[in-house]
């Protein structure tokens, strides 16, 4: 399990623009680097991010051996409806997380 | 005239207010924060933007942690929060036992080795520059103090002149980059006053955390000189010669640096 951080309001108004942040901590090993025996180190990164609202996809973003290790992705959700915001990250080697977060509209 | 004195008077206490906390006014001296790009400043400035607070928090799980059949940090220092603020500010510090000057990373490693009875964490691991973050993250804006020991004047005054000494096959010092040229380029890189008030810091660089002493390896071998093993004598009485200059600098734990 990769350590994630994630900033998302609890509550909004109806109709709010929301910004949502969030960080994961992953090497983000390009598949282009020597190690240190001077064999390429296979790749190893974060392939696609999705974010979820009520199981509706709001925001995704395809990932690049050129994007940072631990990336940072922030943007944008209206807020239409209480429920649930689940963020996953999937990349090489199976890598696969879900994390998710409760917003109340009022 | 009245009004041009009462202005002028005014326009003082404006300058007062703008200059306090005096003594830092008078204080020339610029952390390595003050000359990064606008950008990378507020990735520091934002706890959810700075990657180096992955590491706060997983340091935050294994201060808690049971290690094996021992008891965890917080079975005897209980909340963090509370027992470890400041507590960085004066590493490296004294070890009676020992007898010689120990960096944080050692101490939580004598502590691991001393009392929970546990394998000390290699140096640069995961979990080392977790914990040591953990802490130093306690301390996050309280300013370098260094510890006052009366025996670590001299090891201290031994890291002075490892400081001033040329070193490598290009034959340079500490303090020809860092004294005497700090603001000006090195390929492209502004050079820094070389502060230590935000170790463990997250490096964009590596991409990734690392401790005081992999800066200072990499100055090392930059200037072509052999890097002395990790927390050998020389590296630790180096660093408690550099926490004496930030010496009232804030910490900032974590620092993101270029």
Known sequence: MARTLIHAPTTARKGEVIEIRTLIAHPMETGYRAGSDGRTLPRDIIRRFTCRY?????????????????PYLAFNVVANASGTLSFSWEGDNGFAQTESAILTVA | MRFGIASIAAALGLLAAFSSPGQQAADKRRSGFDTMSPRVQAMQRDDLQNPGMLWVADGEVLWKKVFGISFSCAHCH????????????KYPDWDPIEKRPVNLSQRINLCRTRHQLVLPL?????????????????????PVAPSTAKELIEPRERGRKQ??????QLNLSCVQCHDQLPGKS???STIPEGHVNGYPTYRLEWQGMGSLQRRLRNCLSG???????WNSREMVELELYLAQRSAGMKIETPAVRP
Request: proline share 9%.
């Open chain 1, 54 to 70: 009520n199981d509706e996809v709001v925001f995704s973003a395809d990932l690049y051996p050129a994007i940072s290790a631990n």
């Open chain 2, 78 to 89: 209980g909340d963090a929060k509370q027992s470890m603020k400041g507590v960085a500010a």
């Open chain 2, 122 to 142: 290699p140096p640069e691991s995961v979990e080392l520059l977790g914990l040591e973050s953990y802490v130093a993250h306690q301390s996050r804006g309280m």
């Open chain 2, 163 to 168: 400081y001033e000494q040329r070193i490598g």
């Open chain 2, 186 to 188: 090195l390929a492209g």
């Open chain 2, 223 to 229: 200037v072509r000189a052999e890097p002395p093993p």
